[in-house]
């Protein structure tokens, strides 16, 4: 059974870093590609960066390159986002997914996490 579960969330203040996680079981990270998505109040899910699993090469959205970092552990099946630098336009709750593709569309992701709540206070 696949399942992803996100955790690190938390309220930070603005310029603040938290490392989110995203654990994954019933599928191989070798065979998959792991997304970010955050969705905000009234807003449509959008991409925050994404990672290939087998090699490392990540793919970032333009309002978090430069302030983010995307990585795995294929050890311990966890993908993380490093978020620095955090803005109060970054509240939102995070979800992770298994894709095929590093582009950061939602269609094309199977599996969803639960998400975790990120929010910035100004």
């Known amino acids: 059974q696949v399942q992803l579960a996100e955790s690190g969330g938390g309220l930070v203040q603005s310029g603040g870093s938290l490392r989110l996680s995203c654990v994954v079981s019933?599928?191989?990270?070798?065979?998959?590609?792991t997304g970010w998505f955050r969705q905000a109040p009234g807003k449509e899910r959008e991409g925050v960066a994404s990672?290939?699993?087998?090699?490392?090469?990540?793919y970032y959205a333009s309002f978090v390159e430069g302030r983010s970092i995307i990585s795995r552990d294929k050890a311990k099946k966890t993908v993380y986002l490093e978020m620095n630098n955090l803005r109060p336009e970054d509240t939102a709750i995070y979800y992770c997914?298994?894709?095929?593709?590093?582009?950061?569309?939602?269609?094309?992701?199977?599996?969803w996490g639960q998400g975790t709540q990120v929010t910035v206070s100004s």
């Open positions: 997914a298994r894709g095929r593709l590093l582009v950061l569309d939602p269609e094309d992701f199977d599996y």
């Open positions: 019933g599928f191989s990270l070798d065979e998959a590609v």
């Open positions: 990672i290939v699993n087998s090699h490392g090469g990540g």
